[in-house]
Each structure stands twice: as C-alpha cells, then as structure tokens.
C-alpha cells in the first residue's frame, strides 16, 4: 500500500503567518510539501465553516495561524 | 521587519536610490545646492540584475562575507542578504579572479566588467545626513583578547549567530568548535564610558538593551538550560517598554546580572571556554568560567563620516558625533543640511525614526513651495469594463532563474495551467518580475484580451504591488489579479522533493487559477483630505509640531487646555548642556504667535469627535463656548506631568522638593538656596517601583544638571545623590563624569533596601546603606531633591474620542514600538512628547516634527484611497445583533440611523475605516457581510480546489 500523505490546508494571517512561511523559504528551511496555503488578511476571516468544508472536501487537516 | 520599508523605498517612483555612490563635494546654499556624487562601479548592471544568484552559484571564489561579521564566506560576486534592496548582485573587485563565469551564466545579461566609476551632480534644496555609525572595534583593548581567543566575540557578530539568514543559520553555536555553548557572558560598556586611549567616553544608549535581548533570544535559541550573565556598570534601560523587558529578563528568564566590570579573561587550555575574573562592589574577587564570551561593543563615528563631516563644513561634538542644538535637534551646523539617526548620537531604532521623520520636516518647511514640482506621478490608463465576461485567464509561471525552476518543474505546471477552466492562456517566464517582461504581460493581456491573471512565482507581500500595476497599465483593475507562492512556499522549502513540489505547485496553480475566477473589479474608496489639522496640546513638542505644519503651508490649531503656551517646558531651568529653556521657550512661543497659519485656542478641551482621517469634527469647549472644527489630521500632544511624591516625608518639609521644584527655586532665585551645606537627590521617586514599573528617562540628566549647579555656586557644598542605576545616556555622560569630578558623590541603593528620610528636632536626615563599604550612612541635609516620576496626564475619553489606545502606564500606544513611534494605528491620528513616554526637551521636539511629517504625507496627497478589499454589509439579511460594531478593532461598522428611510438599525461599514481583516465577516451569524476580494466563495473556491475533481 502507497505510504499514507496528508493533505493539509493551512490558514495564513498575511501580516505574520504567512510572512513567517516566507521567510521560512528565505532562511532555506526544510519541511515536507503537505501543506496547501490559503492566505486570509487575518486569521479571524477564518470562518469556522471553513475548516469543516476544508475536511469534507478530502483534506486530511486544518491548519490555522495567525 | 524592515523589509517592507526597504521594499516601499526601493520601489516609491519619487525616490531615486543611489547605491555605490558617496558624496565627494557640496557646493552652494540652502534651497539651492550642488553635490557631486562619486559612484563606485558595480560591475553588475543593476537595472538588468534580478538577483536570481546565479553568478554568485558559479563563481569559484571564496572570500570572507564581511555581512555577516567575517563569520561565513561568500563569493567574489555576491549580495549582502536575500532582502536587500536593491535585489541586485555586485562584484567585489578585490576577491574576482575575472574567471568570467558569471558572465556566462547570468541569463539576463547584467554583467558589465567594464563597468567604470563616474560622477554625477544633483540639485538639491535640502540635504539629510543619515550615514549611521560603526560597531567599536575591540581589538586594541588587550585584555579581553578579542582576536586571540575565538570564542571572545563581538555582539555584532552574536547578531549574525542569532539570525535564521546568519553564518549558522540560526543555531547557537560558538566560532571556535561549532559546539552549543551552555554559559555566555555579556561584558557592558566596551569602548563606551571609558576613559581609557582609543575608547568612547560616552554612553551608546543602546548596548544594555541590546544585550538583555541578545540573552533573552540566546535562551529561546538554545533552552532555559542556558546560563547567560551581564556584567554591567549600570543597566541602562530608560526606553518606552524597555524596563519591563529588563525586570523580565531577570525574574522570568533567569539572565543573571552582576554588576561588575571584568578586568582579566584568561583561556581555559584544551577548552575553548573563558576563565573571567572580576571585583564585585563589595570587593570579593571572582572568578567564572564561560564557553561564550559576547562584548557589547559601543557605537561610534566611522573615519569615513567625520570626513565627511568635514567637506561639508559640519560641526561635530566632542564624541565625534553631528553637532545640533536642543530646540533644533534635526538640524546641523549647516542651514539646510539636517541629520538623523546614530550620526546625531548613539541612539536606538525608535528614536532613530523619529529623528528621521523629524529631519524630513525641517527639510519639508524650507522647500514647501516647491511642494511637487518635481514629483512624478504615474500615467493613468482607462480601466476596461469586465463585468459579465466570461473570465479569460493568463498564468504566468516564474522561473525565477534556477530558484522555482531549479526544483519544480515550470514547463509541466505550465503546461497543466493552460488545461485548466478560463485559462486562456498560459506562459513561463525566466524573471516574471523583470521590467521587461512587465511590458510583455501588458502586451499579452491586451493581445489576448485577458481579463483575469494570475502569476505564479514569489510572494504576494513583497511582489504583489508591482504585478498589480502592471494590471493597470494593461487598462485591468488591479483586484483582477492573484499571485500564487511557488518560491517561497515551495522550491526554496522543498529542495529535495522536486516531484512532490511539482505537485505542490500544480495544486497551488489551480487554486489560485479558480480563486482568480472569481474575483470581480473593486472600487477603492476616494477620500478628500480637510488640509487643516489640529494639534492637542500647547506644550513643547505641540508646538513643534504646530510650527512645522504651518510652515509647510497648512492652517493649524493648536488646542490647549490651560490659559498659557510652553508645558512643561515653562517648570523647566536649564538643558543638561546649560540653555536657559524658558528663554528658548517663548521664543517659540512667539513664533507660533506670529505665524498667520496658527490659530491658538487656549483654556480649550475637546468635548466631542466625530468622523475618520480626512474628515474630523470635533466640538470646542470654551468658556461655556462651543465650537466646531473641522479638521484632516490630529496630532495628540497632551504631555504628562510630574508626580507628586508620597514617600521620604515630601511635603512636610518644604526643604523636601521636587526637581521641578528645585528648578522653580533656581528661576525665581529663591533665597533659600543660598546658605546650604549639603544636599541630597534622591532618583527613581515612584519610577521602576511595582505600582510604575517604567523609568522615566530624563531625571538621572536632570538631577544631576541640577546638582552641578548648585555645585557651580557653592563648590563647598556637599552633594549626594543616591540611585539605582544612573541613566545618563548617550553624550549626557559627560554630565555624569564631570560630576563625579567636580566631587558629587553617587551612593547606589537598591528598591529593597531604599533610603529614609526623616525629620529629628528640624534637622533634615538622609539614611541610606553605602553599597561600597555595606555600612548605613546618615547625612544631614539643607534640602533633599526628590526625582519623581513623569505620569501622563491620561485622558480616557480622548483615547477614546480617536478610538487609540493606552498601555498599563497611561501612555499612548504608537502604531508601532520601532517603526511607527510617533503616530496611531487610526489612520489620520499623529502622537508626540510625553503622551507618548517621558522624554527630554530635543526629543520631545524632534517627535513633535515628526508627528508633523507623518501628517503632511496624509494632507500632501489631498486625495487618498483605500484599498479595495474591504468588508461590505448587506443589511438585508442583517439581524442587528451588533457583533460586527463590538468586534471590529478599527470601528468601521455602525448602525444605520434611527431615522433612515432605508434599513434603519441594520450594521453598514464605513469603507473608510475598514482594513479588510474579515473579523466581522467570520462572526457574523447572519452571513450579512461580505469580504470583497476575500469573500466565502473565492476562500471556498481555493478550498474545494485543493484536491483535484476526481
């Protein structure tokens, strides 16, 4: 059976979070390529509907941060 | 954190940026001045250059990366770091081999070894000084064997050991063996406050803070395992915030401080580590060993400055530092040449913007009727109507040199974007953001008869704006648009997955593209600017401020509650450098009453504030009088006041003052001060105690100013002062040093072991415990000069009238602690002097420009407007829950009038006021509001394409 890879949507505040993935590839950080980032003016845009409809369409976990 | 700026400089179409270029000569007057410009070669041509680092990957030679403290290497072709702005590569001629490999490889052409140094001329009206300074170098201070041992390092070089970019990329190591230290020692004051041949007599003002962060981030780094300890003479922590950080550091962190200066470090044989032997104030002798050794190292005057300095003919102070005067603290000796930043004096990145701001000011006054007859202003193009076409997308895939496509695979994405719905039509580029290719996109939209596009390559943060005007050129409106992060995002943090990253990049890509879909033209808010402004508070920097406002052509009020002009600044002697201030003080105050633009109001308060930036009104009260202004910006300078001391018996004895008491004495020539034979000052009166946890920054200067005049009439006179730290900052050391040379004698206390004050038969005694000999002293005393604390004045309902905010102290709090001191997060509001934290006489005016800077680049654009994305309201499915109007951090939302014909008591939002962070649109229960260009069915779209349609 093919390895399990989850599909992980993240939620990124455009002030820090999403600054801070940024500079994450700036300084050459290494991480695995789960994540697929939507980027929001704020994580309080995050509608908790969000997050549902984001695991009813098959992703494997939510990820907020701002 | 700079970055933006850098990003917002490098791009503003009014700045020109000269790199590699250094003034060789000024000729003429102010208004009207000719610099000759030397600019050094590049050898790399900067309008072709993308920094894509492909020479620097080629280039086969090794040298030291002086960026980052000689700690790493670089090669002979390199950049400083990978935000640096200009994001241009240069050749350092002395390393190149002249190989030429770069040539070869750099695909955009932009090596040019034949470059050559040139001159230009500019004509200039006015001139800011803003050279910065240099790091001390320890290396002639033997003892601390900086250069012998290699763990014995600068803070400088500890920076660039922190930084995530840095030589380790961010892990705490030491130079020598690369191994995590579990001791560190910070040594205070190297080549600061020294008196000693090649040192700085003066305090840096910012290495104690500096340290404290260096050691608090150590810690996060590396653990709370780690042992970090600073040796100190005293801590010099008087900044906004900057105590608590210091209180923090000790009680919660557990950094240790030893007051101590460390006179010996010998190497430990075999180790690496330090053996560091010192004296404690009770004379113990010491002895520690550490694995890091970090001296702070001062900040001083590079040679190349001074001589600078000297072409133009610039006074300097003694500390090498630029020579201004106190009530002109932005201007030189020069007229029309203005400073900013550590050229003025060692100072800290909040007071070095305010300087910067304040400079830009006084540069503004004397060329304010040349206001924009120089400035170029972009061409407008008509905007084509999209509404009801069928989108026509086109991706454009950045290759970005090797950096996207070195990794992810940019013809198969390509490729896979032409497939997908609305894509008309879909391209790679080798730099998407080349100026070039800027025009082809314009080309292809217009060929193509595109009316979405989405450009697949960096970040939206740093490259958005620029692809958006590209749009515009092109006649789209710039929200038609959507940049999908497939660099910093993907190939940069996937460098060994190249396969999964392709994947990454395609689901990105298709995101994006059903995202884009969606998007509909906005409309951004148009909003007039009322060109009068209004100024609260008639004290110093009010006035500054004011000034400054009016001198650049705009009607100001000043609003005051009191019957007089001046502040504060009217209780006041002298300046620590022995101006009379009352003097200097009405002659400010009769240039503001001779200025026809100022329109003073005095025994005035404000009772009411209505409207947003642009468009204030608020109501006048004076005199059972009301009055409405209408006004574009306020500036809030409403300034604090000194405590009234309740501890050491103050007002039972009217031998116990206050400083500003003391002052009162020296300007009415008070008797009493004649026939003394000692005084004592006491510092910190209600300062850095747990009911006011903050320093109040001048006394230390003030007192001790103070205590040398009255040492300046009875120089038989017997002066104490006792403290806890002496803060005497910046070039007000010499203060302190003259001080202990004239014979006032300094006894140090501590917030446990406090002195007493007490009142036996009408003698006046002073009880303290000298911290040298541990034994309790009692000195009678003529008079006792309590340095009691700076408190706001404190006025909620203003805070509130302007919707800004407090801190715990009463203190306005800024937009930003380092970049934005001296205005709101409320668009439109400005802050100066002491509102915003205590500070002396130069500051307060230096923020009160500044204030006055920060406005006139609001009211010299007239017309101003908002960003599109903003939150919009349909009432008709609204509940009135009022959800929206508590949660909304920038009171946008508002209830629809009572009265109004349509929907009364639904929430609209002022589009004025939003910032389109979406916090009302996620918490509304009725699904009432709408995020334009984030609405729920662009984040749904994103959402249900993150996976493919099976």
Known sequence: MEEFEPKIVA??????????????????????????????MCSGRVDPVFIIKALKERCDGVLVAG | MISPKLVEVGRHINIELMTCSEVESVEGESGNFEVTLVNHPRYIDLAKCTGCGECALHCPVTAVDSFNMGLDDRKATYIDYAQAVPLAFTIDTDTCIGCGKCETKCMAQAIRFDDKERKTTLNVGSIILSPGSQGFDPSGLEYLGYGKYANVIT??????????????????????????????????????????EGANKYCSSVCCMYAIKESVIAKEHAGSDLDCAIFY??????????????????????????????????????????????????????????????????????????????????????????????????????????????????KDIPQSVVDSSAAAAAAGEILSTARNTLTRSKEI?????????????????????????????????????????????????????????????????????????????????????????????????????????????????????????????????????????????????????????????????????????ARQGYETHIIEKSDRLGGQALNLFQTPEGEDIREKVSLYIDDINNNEKIHVHLNTTITRVDGFVGNFESELYSKNEKQILKHGVAVLATGASELKPVEYNYGKDPRIITNLDLDKKFIQKDPMLKNLTSAVFIQCVGSREPQRPYCSRVCCAHSIQSALELKRRHPDLNVFILYRDIRTY?????????????????????????????????????????HILNRPLEISADLVILASAIVPNGDEKLANFFKVPTNNDGFFVEKHAKLGPSEFATDGVFLCGLAHYPKPIDESIAQGLAAASRAVTLLSRKNIFMSGTVAMTDPAYCSSCGVCISICPYSAPSFIPDDDRFFPGRAQINPVLCKGCGLCVASCRSGAIHLKGFDNDQIFAQIFSVNEVI
């Not at chain 1, 950080?29 to 939507?38: K, S």
């Not at chain 2, 695979?409 to 039509?425: H, N």
């Not at chain 2, 990105?508 to 909003?527: C, G, Q």
């Open chain 2, 730 to 770: 910046g070039e007000h050391e010499y203060l302190y040093q003259k001080a202990r040379k004239t014979g006032i004698i300094f006894i140090k206390f501590s917030l446990d072991n406090k002195p007493e004050v007490t009142l036996q038969e009408d003698q006046l005694r002073v009880g303290v415990r000298d």
């Open chain 2, 233 to 346: 003479m005293d801590m010099r922590t008087p900044g906004k915030d900057f105590e608590k950080y210091y209180n923090d550091a000790r009680d919660k962190h557990g950094i240790r401080f030893i007051k101590s200066r460390v006179h010996t470090i010998d190497p430990v044989p075999g180790t690496g580590d330090l053996e560091v032997r010192y004296v404690t104030d009770g004379g113990e002798m010491n002895s520690e060993i550490f694995n890091l050794v970090v001296l702070s190292v001062g900040l001083q005057t590079s040679p190349d400055v001074i001589r600078l300095a000297n072409r133009l003919g610039i006074e300097l102070t003694r500390g090498n530092f630029c020579k201004t005067e106190t009530f002109e603290p932005v201007a030189t000796s020069k007229q029309g040449i203005f400073v900013c930043g550590a050229f003025q004096g060692p």
């Open chain 1, 11 to 40: 939620f990124l505040c455009h002030w820090c979070a999403y600054a801070g993935a940024d500079l994450a590839g700036v300084s050459r950080l290494q991480y695995p390529t789960n994540i697929r980032a939507i980027r929001v």
């Open chain 2, 155 to 196: 803070s400088l070089e500890f920076e660039r050991i922190l930084s995530a970019s840095g030589p380790y990329s961010g892990h705490l190591m030491r130079p020598l063996d690369r191994r995590e230290p579990a001791k560190i020692a910070w040594f205070q004051c190297i080549g600061s406050r020294d008196l000693s």
């Open chain 2, 381 to 549: 193009v008509p905007e084509i109507n999209v509404i009801n076409e069928r989108p026509r997308i086109g991706v454009f895939v950045c290759r970005c040199g090797i950096n996207i496509a070195g990794v992810v695979d940019v013809p198969s994405v390509t490729e896979y974007a032409a497939t997908l719905p609305y894509v008309d039509f879909a391209t790679e580029n080798l730099y998407t953001c080349s100026q070039d290719t800027q025009e082809i996109i314009t080309q292809i939209i217009k060929e193509k008869n595109l009316n979405r596009v989405v450009v697949a390559s960096c970040t939206p943060k740093t490259h958005e704006a620029l692809f958006q005007e590209t749009l515009i050129n092109a006649g789209l409106n710039k929200y038609l648009f959507e940049m999908c992060n497939i660099r910093n995002q993907d190939s940069w943090v996937h460098k060994n997955n190249p396969e999964l990253a392709t994947e990454k990049a395609k689901d990105l890509v298709r995101m994006s593209v059903t995202r884009v879909a969606l998007m509909e033209p906005l409309k951004e808010a148009e909003l007039e600017v009322n060109q009068t402004t209004m100024v609260l508070g008639g004290g110093i920097s009010g006035m500054a401020a004011a000034r400054s406002l």
